[in-house]
């Protein structure tokens, strides 16, 4: 079992239709990341998470440290919210290195 | 200004040959990973040095070898390369300590033919 699990892994979506995209993770964190990766492969941080919930335009995250679980919301989406999309977990031990979900690869259809 | 800046972006080279994978930051991060995306798309940890110390050396073939000169380099050297090497290698960096964004490089796809 992965420490970091997301769902779904693929999606398909109506432009405009609220779309979220789930991750757990079963180890200790000092943060959490969603990161965006576009075909053509470079890697964005979307945000980074510690507690509570952060929204930028028309992206929101949530964390609930206590169930060990992150969402990503995005509403009113459009086809160029189509991509890859990461949870990352960034380690509470001394090196901070990030673990990776699958990703969840997101379709918007105009 | 790229903050965190991969060359090759494309790197295409025989079995066998030696290459390697440059990266700088230029955001004064003290930490910097290298980190493997398979055919997947499933990205994990390889390196990490902070400060030009290895901290982190995960289960990777000693033909790997990372170089650090100073904390705003971290170079990616790979000796006799094999098919299975053929992936996509991300560079990122990061603040050590407190809860920083991680910043990564646009990503090398080495192909090993």
């Known amino acids: 079992k992965n420490e970091v699990e997301q769902s779904p892994q693929n999606l398909t979506a109506q432009e405009g239709e609220f779309i979220t995209i789930n991750c757990s993770y079963s180890?200790?964190?000092?943060?959490l990341h969603w990161l965006q990766q576009h075909p053509g492969g470079g890697i964005v941080s979307l945000f980074m998470?510690?507690?509570g919930k952060k929204k930028h335009g028309r992206l929101i995250a949530t964390i609930n440290i206590q169930e060990k679980h992150s969402s990503l919301h995005i509403t009113a989406s459009h086809p160029r919210d189509s991509a890859v999309y990461i949870c990352?977990?960034?380690?509470?031990?001394?090196?901070?290195?990030?673990?990776f979900g699958s990703g969840t690869q997101l379709t918007v259809l105009p | 200004d790229t903050a965190v800046s991969q060359t090759p972006k494309y790197l295409v080279t025989q079995m066998g040959n030696d290459k390697s994978i440059k990266c700088e930051q230029n955001?004064?991060?003290?930490?910097m990973y290298w980190y493997k995306q398979d055919s997947k798309k499933f990205l994990k940890i390889m390196f990490s040095?902070?400060?030009?110390?290895?901290?982190i050396n995960e289960t990777v073939p000693n033909r790997f070898s990372p170089k650090s000169p100073d904390k705003a380099h971290l170079n990616l050297h790979i000796n006799s390369l094999e098919l299975g090497d053929s992936a996509v290698y991300f560079c990122?960096?990061?603040?050590?300590?407190?809860?920083?964004?991680?910043?990564f490089g646009q990503g090398t796809r080495l192909t090993v033919v």
């Open positions: 990122a960096s990061s603040q050590l300590v407190g809860n920083t964004e991680a910043f």
């Open positions: 180890v200790g964190i000092s943060a």
């Open positions: 998470l510690s507690s």
């Open positions: 990352a977990v960034k380690n509470s031990g001394s090196a901070r290195q990030l673990t």
């Open positions: 955001l004064g991060h003290d930490t």
């Open positions: 040095y902070n400060n030009k110390e290895l901290i």
